[in-house]
Each structure stands twice: as C-alpha cells, then as structure tokens.
C-alpha cells in the first residue's frame, strides 16, 4: 500500500513539472490609446479657458456694451427701465417692450425694439439723438458710445434683434380670450339657452327642440395690449368659428365667419352667469346645426379665431390645452 501511494504522489509530481517547464509566457505589445483633447489642458493654472463673445450678437452686446456703460448705480441697474443687470431682464425690458414715454415733437414709437426697424427702436433713438433738455442722448455720463458699438446695435437690430439662443423674439403681451357666450333661438322670440346647463355651469347647454332650428350665439372677448392693459375686444380681427363633435379634432371643421358689430349688444352676463353691469358682445353669428350636418343628441363643441394687433397669427379660442371644462362649457 505503501508503495502505491509512493508512485501515486510521484507520478503526480513528475506530471506537475512537466506541464510546468512546457509552459511559455509571452508579454503582448499595449496599444497606445486615442489622443486625449483634454490632455493638452494644464489644470494647474486653476481656471478654464474661455472662448470670444460675438460682439454681433445680443449676449456679446450685453457684455461688452449694455452692462459696462448701461448697467450703472441709480441709472439701468433696475432703478429705471431698461433693466441691464442681466442679459435675460436686458433682452425682456428692450425687444418688443412698450415705450413709457415718447420725447415732445417727434411720432411715438412702438417699442423700445423694434426687430427689423432701428428708426421704430426707442433705443437706437437714445443713443443717436441729443435733443436737450428732454430727450439727452444716452448713456447719461455725457460720453456717447463709440460709432463702432452703435452700428453694432443697429446692425442686430436689423437683423432682427434675435436672442441670446439666435431665436426670433416672441411677442410677450397676452392673447385674447372669450369670457363667455350667449345663445338665443330667434324663431321662438329670443329664447334664451346658454343658461340651460343642468347643476353645472361648465356643462354643454341645452338647446330644446332638437338640431334642426335657428341659433344665435354671441361673444365676449377680452384683448391685452402689448402695453399689459386689458381692453374690451372691440378692435379684434379675423372673426370666425368651427364647429366639431370631437373636442380635441377640428381638422375637417371648416370655419364659417362671424359678424363683427362694431355697435354690440350690451349684455350683463360673463360665462352665463349674471354680471353687475352689462359687457359688450361685439362677435355673433346664427347657425342652423342641422344644417352643418349634427343631429339631435350630438354634443358639438366650438373653436373661435380672433386675431388682435400685436400678434402674428388668430387666437384659437378654447385650444386644445385650456382646462375641460372651458372646452364643455363653449359646447351645446
């Protein structure tokens, strides 16, 4: 037994060595890695290169014009508009921002910027005319800007006072909005049915008798002035309406015009409900529901477009975003 365990363990051995002195190592060549950009960077010296402003631009305008020479104690430092503590309050308080005020003898402006129009820009004025004692030219130091930071403000101007992203200003003011409607039957003596909603003064409204009959519905609307003050909508435009069963689809709704009564109806109700004095309903139009293919028992629904002077494009009112119960309340 002895033996065999005495082979056993050298067998062993012997076979341990063998592999052993045929095994080879061989070190591969390491690849060199890709160039590193960041590598040539000395973090030591404790502060990260910075590349040129564009001085074309409204950022590079703002830092090396507007907040050195404008933004001073007691002057545009948010003691008086225009604000240039910040490049976001200087481009706010300047592209499409209504003028205060106007100087004697010379047509009012609309904007303190007008894109596209330096002679429309309250600013350009500033910096380019010295009419004492009521229109000094600005900055108030008494030292006008340079020639060449002048034609660099004109010249974003023209180019259409783009923001600090290089984006087309929006116009800011708020867009016009219906404070309700009223809905008449004229063949049943003027019935009135915007008041027919149940216990909910957001639900549809009720209109007895069916689809196939004559209604006149009519529009409150409210406009805000680039100015921020809100007028009745007495001056608003393009006046139309679709109708749809679908309150979220009036793809193939076609829009059918309003009539715009420069002489409205004075009406003492905002969203149906009874209002103290009455308000100017300038915006109406009498449809037939049958007519324009909905039958009894359907809920339509309706879109209104006007249009006020400082926007671009019609006001969708509701949208399809507003609250539910805006888009059921302007629905039958």
């Known amino acids: 037994m002895r ?8 067998s062993v051995l012997f076979l341990f060595l063998a592999c052993s002195e045929s095994t080879v190592t061989e070190e591969l060549p390491v690849p060199e890695p ?52 910040t490049v976001q309050s200087a481009y706010n308080s300047l592209v499409l921002h209504p003028v205060k005020k106007n100087y004697d003898g010379a047509a009012a402006l609309p904007y303190r910027v007008t894109p596209g129009e330096p002679n429309a820009s309250m600013l350009y004025k500033r910096i380019t005319i010295h009419n004492p004692p009521n229109f000094e030219r600005m900055p108030a130091s008494g030292n006008p800007l340079p020639e060449s930071s002048v034609t660099l403000i004109k010249n974003w101007i023209e180019e259409g006072a783009k923001d600090i992203y290089g984006n087309d200003p929006m116009q800011s003011s708020l867009q016009p909005f219906s404070y309700g409607l009223t809905a008449y039957l004229p063949d049943l003596g003027d019935a009135r049915v915007d ?55 009036f793809t193939d709704a076609p829009e059918i015009q309003m009539t715009f009564n420069p002489f409205p109806e004075m009406i003492s109700s905002v969203f149906s409900q009874d209002y103290p004095i009455p308000l100017p309903y300038h915006h109406s139009i009498t449809i037939n529901p049958a007519d324009l293919g909905f039958v009894s028992g ?20 509701p949208q399809t975003t507003t609250p539910l119960i805006f888009l059921t309340y302007f629905a039958f």
């Open 3 to 10: 033996s065999t365990l005495l082979l056993t363990g050298l």
């Open 34 to 85: 890709p160039y590193n950009p960041f590598s040539d960077i000395d973090y030591n010296e404790g502060m990260v290169p910075t590349m040129p402003l564009d001085s074309n631009t409204f950022l590079g305008l703002h830092t090396y014009i507007f907040s050195t020479s404008c933004n001073q104690p007691a002057c545009h430092d948010g003691t008086f508009e225009p604000d240039f503590r």
């Open 195 to 249: 008041t027919i909603r149940g216990s909910v003064f957001t639900n549809p409204f009720l209109i007895p008798g069916g689809a196939d009959q004559n209604v006149t519905l009519k529009f409150l609307y409210l406009e805000a002035t680039p100015a921020g003050d809100t007028i009745l909508g007495s001056q608003l435009g393009y006046n139309r309406i679709r109708f749809s069963k679908n309150p979220f689809d």
């Open 298 to 317: 359907d809920v339509v629904f309706m879109r209104t477009y006007v249009q006020d002077s400082d926007h671009n494009e019609p006001t969708e009112i």
